[in-house]
């Protein structure tokens, strides 16, 4: 009896304990069901960002409109890029460059060094070894613009440039404390400055058209608070705390005097001349000056926010725009470009190349339109100037 006591003792602790083993074990697989869920649950909480503590700086929205969207691999029509720079700083580095170009049916670029002497020298070696899709343009010798003999020393520079296949001057840059040109940047001239008149005309006599950088978009000017509405980038070239500059208002006075003054020069201004915010002012001006062009790069998110009067501008101006880029030379910036031109595709986004909040908006062109901006107004331009 006390064996068999023993016994069903010993059975009953044995039973007690796998039925406890067996608890945890159920438990343990629970655990391991519920356990990603609850963390899958966790993850947007331990993500969540609160609104008060965004940066403006890291507002990167993403379009959720179900709407029409068009890749645009190739430009519609030959292309001229009157405004890019030296991104490409090696032979190799410039091959791939020219590969992109035939694969989207860009036949030139404008490469602007606004160099002069051994630095221009040295670009035309690596961009001349491709003539066929670069040309190589170069900048002014400003410094000791006050000197007597001054327009002279440039003239000789300007002439060597010509002579060497430079085929026009740029960029020029002045938002406000003078023209910025061949490394000088102190005690600098403004472009109505009388001494560069002698330069600019000479220019004109080489068929030289010059491009010309004028203030900088009015964002910059205006106050940075929570009225601005280019405040994204305004902040990082704000010039409202500059007292040594000119306002945005007097550049552009200064932009008129030297078109107007120089009559027989050619001026391509860039950027739509920083009068996106007031294209009428800049139509203004295309008016009055024949001898007045402007590119529009580097200005795509600011115009595609307003795209129909922008349709309009480019209608009634179609003969004196001229496309550009100056964003680098990445495929997904030119076919952002193009779709911004080409299609009416609404509300998108391209912040590896525009960081802007505003939404962009294809323009929708017709195919004259289109045709004329993208390279035949360009080439009709340095063909009668070369002519001459």
Same mark, same amino acid.
């Given at each position: 009896?006390?064996?068999?006591?023993?016994?069903?003792?010993?059975?009953?602790?044995?039973? #007690?304990?796998?039925?406890?083993?067996?608890?945890?074990?159920?438990?343990?697989?629970?655990?391991?069901?519920?356990?990603?869920?609850?963390?899958?649950?966790?993850?947007?909480?331990?993500?969540?960002?609160?609104?008060?503590?965004? !940066?403006?700086?890291?507002?990167?929205?993403?379009?959720?409109?179900?709407?029409?969207?068009?890749?645009?691999?190739?430009? @519609? =029509?030959?292309?001229?890029?009157?405004?890019?720079?030296?991104?490409?700083?090696?032979?190799?580095?410039?091959?791939?460059?020219?590969?992109?170009?035939?694969?989207?049916?860009?036949?030139?670029?404008?490469?602007?060094?606004?160099?002069?002497?051994?630095?221009?020298?040295?670009?035309?070696?690596?961009?001349?070894?491709?003539?066929?899709? =670069?040309?190589?343009?170069?900048?002014?010798?400003?410094?000791?613009?006050?000197?007597?003999?001054?327009?002279?020393?440039?003239?000789?520079?300007?002439?060597?440039?010509?002579?060497?296949?430079?085929?026009?001057?740029? /960029?020029?840059?002045? @938002?406000?404390?003078?023209?910025?040109?061949?490394?000088?940047?102190?005690?600098?001239?403004? =472009?109505?400055?009388?001494?560069?008149?002698?330069?600019?005309?000479?220019?004109?006599?080489?068929?030289?058209?010059?491009?010309?950088?004028?203030?900088?978009?009015?964002?910059?000017?205006?106050?940075?608070?929570?009225?601005?509405?280019?405040?994204?980038?305004?902040?990082?070239?704000?010039?409202?705390?500059?007292?040594?500059?000119?306002?945005?208002? /007097?550049?552009?006075?200064?932009?008129?005097?030297?078109?107007?003054? #120089?009559?027989?020069?050619?001026?391509?201004?860039?950027?739509?001349?920083?009068?996106?915010?007031?294209?009428?002012?800049?139509?203004?001006?295309?008016?009055?000056?024949?001898?007045?062009?402007?590119?529009?790069?580097?200005?795509?998110?600011?115009?595609?926010?307003?795209?129909? =009067?922008? @349709?309009?501008?480019?209608?009634?101006?179609?003969?004196? !725009?001229?496309?550009?880029?100056?964003?680098?030379?990445?495929?997904?910036?030119?076919?952002?470009?193009?779709?911004?031109?080409?299609?009416?595709?609404?509300?998108?986004? #391209?912040?590896?190349?525009?960081?802007?909040?505003?939404?962009?908006?294809?323009?929708?062109?017709?195919?004259?339109?289109?045709?004329?901006?993208?390279? @035949?107004?360009? #080439?009709?331009?340095?063909?009668?100037?070369?002519?001459?």
């Amino acid at each position: 009896m006390d064996d068999n006591r023993l016994y069903y003792s010993s059975m009953s602790l044995l039973s #007690n304990k796998i039925h406890q083993f067996i608890l945890k074990m159920k438990n343990l697989a629970l655990l391991f069901i519920w356990l990603p869920v609850c963390i899958l649950v966790m993850i947007p909480q331990a993500n969540a960002q609160n609104a008060d503590e965004i !940066l403006l700086k890291d507002f990167r929205p993403k379009s959720i409109y179900k709407i029409p969207r068009t890749e645009v691999q190739r430009a @519609k =029509f030959p292309v001229i890029d009157v405004h890019s720079h030296t991104y490409a700083g090696s032979l190799e580095e410039v091959e791939v460059w020219v590969d992109r170009m035939d694969m989207i049916n860009i036949d030139r670029t404008v490469i602007l060094t606004n160099a002069v002497y051994d630095r221009l020298d040295s670009l035309m070696q690596v961009y001349g070894a491709f003539p066929d899709h =670069f040309e190589v343009w170069c900048g002014l010798d400003v410094t000791d613009y006050q000197d007597p003999g001054y327009a002279d020393r440039a003239i000789e520079e300007l002439e060597r440039c010509h002579e060497m296949g430079g085929m026009g001057i740029g /960029e020029l840059s002045d @938002k406000g404390w003078g023209v910025r040109s061949g490394g000088a940047s102190s005690d600098l001239p403004h =472009f109505d400055d009388p001494a560069l008149k002698p330069v600019f005309q000479r220019a004109g006599e080489l068929g030289m058209p010059v491009n010309i950088h004028v203030a900088d978009p009015i964002w910059m000017y205006e106050p940075m608070d929570s009225t601005n509405d280019g405040l994204m980038t305004a902040w990082r070239w704000r010039l409202d705390n500059r007292e040594d500059i000119k306002s945005h208002a /007097e550049m552009m006075q200064v932009l008129e005097n030297a078109v107007r003054d #120089n009559s027989n020069t050619t001026f391509i201004v860039v950027h739509y001349a920083n009068l996106t915010y007031d294209l009428e002012q800049l139509g203004r001006m295309l008016d009055n000056y024949p001898n007045l062009y402007a590119d529009i790069s580097a200005r795509y998110s600011e115009i595609s926010n307003i795209p129909r =009067f922008v @349709k309009a501008f480019f209608e009634q101006y179609q003969d004196r !725009l001229l496309y550009g880029t100056d964003l680098g030379y990445s495929l997904g910036m030119y076919q952002t470009t193009f779709r911004i031109l080409e299609t009416e595709d609404e509300h998108f986004y #391209n912040h590896n190349v525009f960081p802007r909040h505003w939404g962009l908006n294809g323009l929708g062109l017709s195919d004259e339109v289109l045709e004329k901006v993208y390279g @035949k107004n360009a #080439n009709n331009l340095f063909e009668r100037l070369r002519s001459n």
